[in-house]
């Protein structure tokens, strides 16, 4: 079971409020706020479709480029003893420090897949 769901090269998380009764979701990845909801799982592909093609309509209508999803930049919080220890291997082993973090980050994904 996923609890994201993609179009438009778009990521739309999906949650579930047992309160409320509903499933509801936001657009991740980047900073404008873009949600739905939907009471079962078919409504709620339809209403994340619908809130994404209105974002790109409301962008194209104001002229302005719709934000890109995971542009390949972050800031993450290791601790500063994480931090040093990867930076001395990174620089031991000939590589940039972003280079060590993202082979590490794919190396533990394609070991997940």
Known sequence: MKNTMSYRGYIGSVEFSEEDGIFFGTVQG???LI???GTNAK???????GAVDEYMEACAKDGREPEAAYKGSLNI????????RA???ALEHAQTL???IAD????KLERAE
Do not use: C, Q, T
């Open 98 to 100: 972003n280079r060590f």
């Open 77 to 84: 919080r290791i601790g500063s003893d994480l931090h040093r």
């Open 87 to 89: 930076a001395v291997f």
């Open 43 to 49: 409504e709620l592909v339809e209403e994340f479709h």
């Open 35 to 37: 949600s739905y909801e």
């Open 104 to 107: 590490a980050v794919r190396d």
């Open 30 to 32: 980047i900073r404008s």
